[in-house]
C-alpha cells in the first residue's frame, strides 16, 4: 500500500490523491505539513509535501510522483498511449503550473489569508504572468470536454487545483474574470465537481482549511513579530 505524506490544504498533495483515487490504488494519508526540521527532510530534501513512500522508498516533488503513477499502475490511465499526445499533455499541465500556479502564488498570503499585502512589483509581476498564463492556456486547452481533450488527464489534475486558486487571486487583486473567455474552462470546472472523488478531496480539504489557516496564520504573526 501506498502512504501520502502531506496535508489536504494543499492543492499538490490534492493532485496526487486524487491520481491515487482515480487510478483505485490503496493508501495510507499521513499528515505531514512542509518544513525544515530533520525529520521532513529526510523524506523530502526541500521540506514541501506532497511525498509519496513507496516499497522502495520515498518520492517528492508532484510532477515526478504523478509520473511514477502513471508508469507503476497504468491499468487507469492519466496520459494518452500515443507518445506525441503524451507531451502534449504534459507540456498543458507544466505550462498550468509554472504560468498560471506559481505567479498566482506570489500574491496567495495577501488574498487567502489575510496577511501582508503583496510588494506592488511582485504583484505587478503575478498580473503579466497570469495574463500570458490565461493567453496560453485560451491556446492550448481544448476543453473537449476535458482540458486537453476527451478524456481526464494529468493535465485536468493540474487545471482543477491550480487555475481556480489563481482566479480567485485575478478576481480580488486586479477585478478580473480569467475564465470570461474561456467558457469551456466553466464548464470543466462543473463537469469535475460532479467527480465523487473530486467530491471526496474537496470534503477533506473543507475540513482541514480552518486549522491550516490557524497554523499559517501564527506563523505569519511570528514572523512579523520577530
Known sequence: MFRLHGFS???????????????R??????????C???????I??????????????????????????????????????DPFQRAQVRALAKEIELYIE????????????????TPEALK?????????GFAALAQRGRFAPYVAGECLTLADLYFL?????????????????????????RALFERLGENPNVHKVAADRKAETPAFLQRLRAATQAELAG
Not at 9 to 23: G, H, P, Q, R
Not at 102 to 117: I, N
Open 102 to 117: 506559481l505567479p498566482a502564488r506570489y500574491c496567495y498570503v495577501e488574498v487567502f489569508f489575510a496577511g501582508r499585502a
Open 9 to 23: 490544504a494543499s492543492n499538490y498533495y490534492n493532485m496526487v490523491k486524487l491520481a491515487l483515487l482515480e487510478k
Open 161 to 185: 487545483y491550480s487555475v481556480d486558486l489563481a482566479c480567485q487571486v485575478g478576481q480580488r487583486l486586479f477585478g478580473i474574470d480569467y475564465l470570461q473567455p474561456l467558457p469551456g474552462a
Open 44 to 81: 523530502s530534501p526541500r521540506g514541501k509535501v506532497p511525498v509519496l513512500e513507496v516499497a522502495q522508498g520515498f518520492i517528492s516533488e508532484t510532477d515526478a510522483i504523478l509520473d511514477y503513477l502513471e508508469e507503476a499502475c497504468p491499468e487507469v490511465a492519466l496520459l494518452p498511449a
Open 124 to 132: 505587478a509581476k503575478a498580473r503579466r504572468d497570469l495574463d500570458k
Open 36 to 42: 525544515q526540521n530533520p525529520q521532513v527532510l529526510a
Open 25 to 34: 490504488l490503496p493508501f495510507e494519508e499521513v499528515p505531514l505539513h512542509g
